[in-house]
């Protein structure tokens, strides 16, 4: 919540285009949840390492009087 802030609103948009084992995203959107008038993006791209492990490395973008980039590099694994 912004503090004063009379109504929060915000959108977003995201893509993702799966080939081979690989699966590209990318998202987009505005928000006045976490800074007024905020922008973020968002691309990555996922590989599949087995049915219930993947890879991924993304980077986000957040700006609105200052800008955050941070970028990820992980292994996800969901235990059955």
């Known amino acids: 919540n912004q503090i004063g802030a009379q109504r929060e609103s915000g959108f977003s948009l995201g893509l993702g285009y799966a080939f081979n084992r690989y699966k ?22 996922e590989r599949k390492l087995a049915e219930n492990a993947k890879a991924y490395l993304y980077h986000s973008s957040v700006d609105k009087d200052g800008e955050e980039n ?4 992980g292994i996800e694994y969901k235990f059955k």
Do not use: P, Y
């Open 70 to 73: 941070i970028t990820s590099l």
């Open 24 to 45: 590209l995203v990318a998202q987009t959107g505005r928000s006045d949840i976490i800074k007024s008038d905020g922008n973020f993006h968002n691309f990555g791209i």
